[in-house]
């Protein structure tokens, strides 16, 4: 099974996506040192890859 983000920079390539948006829920605290989605997905990523703040 793949993990969150490996399936959507798979996704991402298969459509040939110029863009990836992801929230940014969960970067913050302990979850962003164990890998959260978002950062993985610009690590990974060979589009552009936009965070968008969905947590206050």
Known sequence: ???PAES???EAQLAGADLIV???KRIQGLSR???A???EVTHHALCEVL???TTS
Do not use: D, S
Request: aromatic share 0%; net charge positive; charged share 10%.
């Open 33 to 35: 040192v164990l890998g």
């Open 51 to 53: 965070i968008v703040k």
């Open 37 to 39: 989605v978002a950062p």
């Open 8 to 10: 959507i920079v798979a």
């Open 1 to 3: 099974m793949c993990k």
């Open 22 to 24: 992801v929230g940014n």
